[in-house]
C-alpha cells in the first residue's frame, strides 16, 4: 500500500513539472536558478499594470446643499432626574447668653450670712438651650473678689426660668459690693 501512493506522489510530481516546463532552459538563460511561473501577462513588459485613465477626478454636481444638521426636531426630549434629597442648616444662635438673663436683689442676708441674687432667665431661641452661668460678688471699694456661685439650667426654646445665685460668707464690717454675671455660656441641649 505504501509503494503504490509512493508511485502515485511520483507520477503526479513528474506531470506537473511537464507543465510547468520546470527545470527547462530556455534560451540559454535561467533567472537566478528559480524557474518556476512566468507572472504578468503584458507582452514582456516590466511595469506594473496601471488602473484606468477615464475616471473622474471632481465630484459630481447637483448635490443638496441644504441638508439638515443636528438632531430632528420631533425627537422626544429627555430631562434628567433632579435628586430629591433637601439639606437644611441647624439653626443658628448665640453662644453668649448674658442677654437672655435679667438679675435683680442683688443683696446680703445677715441672717444666713449669704450673698443673694436672682436671675430671671428667658431662652429666645428656636430650640431648647442649656446654660451655664457663673455669678460673682466683688467688693466695690477693693475690687477683691468675696464670693461665687455657679448655675448650670436646661431651658425650653421660649420659656422662663428663675434662678437663686447664693454664696456664704460672713462679713465682719461695712462693705459696699456688687453682683454680677461673669460668664453664661449657652449651647443646644442634647434633652
Excluded at 152 to 180: E, I, N, P
Aim: hydrophobic content about 25%.
Amino acid at each position: 500500500m505504501q509503494r503504490r501512493s509512493m508511485r502515485i506522489c511520483a507520477v503526479a510530481l513528474v506531470g506537473l513539472i511537464a507543465l510547468t516546463g520546470c527545470g527547462k532552459k530556455k534560451g540559454g538563460s535561467h533567472d537566478g536558478g528559480l524557474g518556476g511561473f512566468v507572472s504578468g501577462g503584458s507582452g514582456g513588459n516590466d511595469n506594473p499594470a496601471s488602473g484606468p485613465t477615464d475616471l473622474p477626478t471632481d465630484l459630481p454636481s447637483g448635490m443638496p446643499t441644504d441638508l439638515p444638521s443636528g438632531a430632528p426636531s420631533d425627537l422626544p426630549s429627555y430631562d434628567a432626574p433632579t435628586p430629591s434629597y433637601t439639606y437644611s442648616a441647624p439653626p443658628t444662635y448665640n453662644s453668649d447668653g448674658t442677654n437672655d438673663i435679667t438679675a435683680t436683689g442683688c443683696d446680703y442676708d445677715e441672717s444666713t450670712r449669704s450673698f443673694q441674687y436672682t436671675l430671671n432667665l428667658r431662652n429666645p431661641e428656636t430650640q431648647s438651650m442649656h446654660y451655664s452661668i457663673t455669678i460673682e460678688w466683688e467688693d466695690q471699694n477693693g475690687g477683691s473678689l468675696l464670693g461665687s456661685d455657679y448655675k448650670s439650667v436646661t431651658v425650653a426654646s421660649g420659656s422662663s426660668q428663675t434662678l437663686s445665685a447664693t454664696s456664704y460668707r460672713t462679713l465682719t464690717q461695712q462693705t459696699s459690693f456688687t453682683c454680677k454675671v461673669t460668664s453664661a455660656l449657652k449651647y443646644p441641649s442634647s434633652t
